[in-house]
């Protein structure tokens, strides 16, 4: 198992950036395809970004390609989420999911594990 805490959301300008991290417990962190997911209000969770464990290959939502960056630290047991050129429609709560051995492929279903979200806000 894995446990997963995100950190860096808050209020950022149009066309500004921000940096979240995603905090994983347990040594067994770079078997586990990590993504970004987000959810506006009144709105259904949507797939961001992911990266998987074996070959930290990446996939990004149309949405935020070229204005986002997925990575990950195995040493630190950290996944980090780099958003520039960050547009009011990208306000969000953005949560943190892993899935043992995977692709770090879009849909929710594959990820066992989530956080419990940071808050990113972006005001025009």
């Known amino acids: 198992q894995v446990q997963v805490v995100e950190s860096g959301g808050g209020l950022v300008q149009a066309g500004g950036s921000l940096r979240l991290s995603c905090a994983a417990s347990g040594r067994t962190f770079s078997t586990y395809a990590m993504a970004w997911f987000r959810q506006a209000p009144g709105m259904e969770r949507e797939f961001v970004a992911g990266i998987s464990w074996y070959s930290s290959t990446t996939y990004y939502a149309d949405s935020v390609k070229g204005r986002f960056t997925i990575s990950r630290d195995n040493a630190k047991y950290t996944v980090y989420l780099q958003m520039n050129s960050l547009k009011p429609e990208d306000t969000a709560v953005y949560y943190c999911?892993?899935?043992?051995?995977?692709?770090?492929?879009?849909?929710?279903?594959?990820?066992?594990?989530w956080g419990q979200g940071t808050q990113v806000t972006v005001s025009s």
């Open positions: 999911a892993a899935d043992a051995y995977g692709a770090g492929t879009p849909g929710s279903e594959k990820y066992d594990y």
